[in-house]
Nanobody, 115 residues
Framework: QVQLVESGGGLVQPGGSHRLSCAAS????????MGWYRQAPGKQRELVAIISNRGGANYAESVKGRFTISRDDAKNTVYLEMNSLKPEDTAVYYC?????????WGQGTQVTVSS
């Protein structure tokens, strides 16, 4: 079993920066891909960014150039650095860990971008 716990959500002003963290615990050796997803009210959950265990990353077009995903394997933690935040970035952000056979989700953390 793998447990994922997100932290760092909050209220941010437009144009501001913020960082989310996702700490993994349990049987984590099989985690191949870690990612961040988000779900805004009334919308489907969507991919934000993913990073492989080799460090390769991919981003949604809407966040390219503004968000950066990274991982610290020594701390079993994945980060999402968010810059130039926009009101449309407001959502619950979820961490996801994927093995070849299973996927695990965190409980989510709310990010609200508003003045």
């Amino acid at each position: 079993q793998v447990q994922l716990v997100e932290s760092g959500g909050g209220l941010v002003q437009p144009g501001g920066s913020h960082r989310l963290s996702c700490a993994a615990s349990g049987t984590i050796l099989g985690l191949v891909v870690m990612g961040w997803y988000r779900q805004a009210p009334g919308k489907q959950r969507e991919l934000v960014a993913i990073i492989s265990n080799r460090g390769g990353a991919n981003y949604a077009e809407s966040v390219k150039g503004r968000f950066t995903i990274s991982r610290d394997d020594a701390k079993n933690t994945v980060y999402l650095e968010m810059n130039s935040l926009k009101p449309e970035d407001t959502a619950v952000y979820y961490c996801k860990g994927t093995t070849p056979n299973l996927a695990y989700w965190g409980q989510g953390t709310q990010v609200t971008v508003s003045s």
